[in-house]
Structures are given as structure tokens and as C-alpha cells.
């Protein structure tokens, strides 16, 4: 990695002063990323490799976090479409809403970035805090994750509460991570090179990785559980939006009437949270989410991205991997 300025400073978790003690002290025992890979240090942990701040996020949800048995939870490994699936199923829930012609205008996906709309667990609601505030969200309420299977909160194992896992190729989503990092971070910490990239999310190291596990993880949940675990791939959802959004609706308990469904309430939903229409609005144009531009979080929404970037070594390399992790499960991306 290409730094514009030195990293000889103390580990970061030790400067930072947002972190518990106990996400501080079980750091102290981690095993840990070599330099500053992905622009942070990783520790790994049960499996998983978390920046400190997200495993501090991680270990406070972990704690307070109390799932409701109506809650509905978002999963994603990063840069797999989270912000899209948040829009699609916050449009799906809150459409009587806004169905009449004259409130269609006012609809919150208009005004908010969806990252507003479905708050991260990790990130936003339990970054630093152990007791945020929930009492504006209504029912069913719809919150987000990267976490893997493993990290989730016990209560969102225990109770009825459902998960929406969303997946993609591996080669898209390491493309997609590469060029949002680099727009994240290239400020101050410098670029990463593609082949930097590469080498660590191939070897798994990389935030949320090994990126296979993660989608393992979920994907052998939705086969033993399939009322409870709700698998997507986001080629799916672009090749056949209407089938894929109807699906989604049936699992989080709001499924299409006929009326509906010939009054083109779907493609309504489909347009709306469509690439061409979220990427071009004002709201998802300027401003921030958190460390990064509102505007990065739609950068080409495409599939098969992959081939203008990766040479024929790189991609015969993570192919193999993605056969040799997949083969037993039969799951192809
Ligand atoms: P996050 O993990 O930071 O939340 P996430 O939303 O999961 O990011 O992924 C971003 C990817 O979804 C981007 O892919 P790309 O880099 O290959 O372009 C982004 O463009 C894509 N994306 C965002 N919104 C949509 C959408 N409405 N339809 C399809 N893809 C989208």
C-alpha cells in the first residue's frame, strides 16, 4: 500500500478513546493484520476479521442489542448492495404509505439516503453508545449488519426476528471494495493498488472476511432455517427484479395483493430503488454517511464489472478459491 504520510504511531485501538475497555483488552488477545491492510489494522476474530471500531460496534450490539420477534434484519458482507437492499425493503414495508399520487412526491427514499432510513447495528446505532435510542422506529423495525452468522446478537438468534442475507460474486464485490476504500481513504492514508487488494481478500483478509465464510455462514442458515434466514444474490435481484422483490415481500410478512401486483405497484418499487433513479437523486449526490460521500455508495451497480479490472491470473485465482470454498455447499455466485 502506497501511504502518504508514516504510520509509525502507536496501534490505533490504543489511541482510540471511542473504544471500551473490554473491546481494548480482548483486542490485547487477537490475532492481527500486518500493517495497516484495508487502511485499518484487522483482528480476527472468531473467524472474522473486524476493525476495532466495528468490533467495539459488534461487542456493545452483541451485549444490548434485544431483538422483537417482528424485527427484520438486513445482512450483508460489504459492498455486496446493502445500500439497494435497504431501499428496496424499506420501499416494500412503508408502501401503503405512499401509494396515493399526491404523497409519492414525499417519499422518504426521495429525501433520505438509505443509509438513513435502515440504521447499521454496528456502525450507527452501536458504534459507541450501549443504549441508543429506538424508540422512533416503528414495526417492524428494520435494522442492518455486516456481521457475520457467528457475531450476530443471541436475541436475534432466539427470537422470531428475520434475516435478509444479500450476496455477491466474489469478483465484483472485491472490485467494488477496491474502488470505495481508495475513494474513502486516498486523502490522508494514501491508495491501495488493485493487486494489494486482491492478495488480501484473497487470503481472506479483508473487513467482515474471508468473504466465502461469510456467505457460507448465511447460506447454510436459509437451507436449515428458511422461515428465519432469507438468502439474495444481487444478480438475481438484477436479472429479475419483480420475482426477487415479491419473494422479499412474502418473507418480511408484506406480501403483493393482486390489485397490487396489476396496478404495477412492483415495477413502481423497482424504478424507485432502481441505480439509475437512487444514484441521480440530490440526496444521494452530496453530502456524507458517515467517513464517505454520500455519492460512493453508487458507483456502477453492474454485474460482471470484474472483467475491465481483474487479469486472467487473478481471475483464475479466486475462481478457484470460490470452487474449492463452494463445492461442498453446491452454492454457485
Ligand atoms: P456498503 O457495504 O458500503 O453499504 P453496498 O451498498 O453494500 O456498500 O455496496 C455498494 C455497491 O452496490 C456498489 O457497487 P459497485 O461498486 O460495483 O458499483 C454500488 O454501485 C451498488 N449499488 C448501490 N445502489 C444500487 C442499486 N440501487 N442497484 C444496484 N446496485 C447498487
Known sequence: MATSNDSSQLPAYLQDENLTEECKELIRTLPTSNGRDWLWTLHLY???????RHLNGVLLARRHFRAADSDILLVAGPKTGTTWLK???????????????????????LQKNPHELIPYL???????????????????????THMPLGSLPQSVKDSECRIVYLCRNPKDTLVSLWHFLNKVTSMEMGTYTLEEAFDL??????PYGPYWDHVLGYYKASLEMP??????KYEEMKERPIEQLKILADFSGCPFSEDEVADGGI????????????SKLE???????????????????????????LTPQMIERIDCITGEKFHASGLKL
Open 46 to 52: 472468531q473467524g472474522f476479521w473486524f476493525t476495532a
Open 87 to 109: 431501499a428496496v425493503l424499506f420501499a416494500l414495508q412503508k408502501r401503503s404509505c405512499y401509494s396515493e399520487p399526491d404523497r409519492k412526491s414525499n417519499h422518504p427514499l
Open 122 to 144: 454496528e456502525f450507527t446505532l452501536y458504534l459507541k453508545d450501549q443504549d441508543p435510542d429506538l424508540s422512533g422506529l416503528t414495526s417492524p423495525r428494520m435494522f442492518a
Open 201 to 206: 481478500f484473497c487470503r481472506g483478509v479483508s
Open 227 to 232: 422461515d428465519k434466514v432469507l438468502f439474495l
Open 267 to 278: 415495477n413502481d418499487i423497482v424504478r424507485l430503488c432502481s441505480f439509475d433513479n437512487l
Open 283 to 309: 440526496v444521494n449526490m452530496t453530502g456524507k454517511f458517515r467517513l464517505a460521500e454520500t455519492k460512493s455508495f453508487f458507483r456502477k451497480g453492474e454485474v460482471g464489472d470484474w472483467v475491465n479490472h
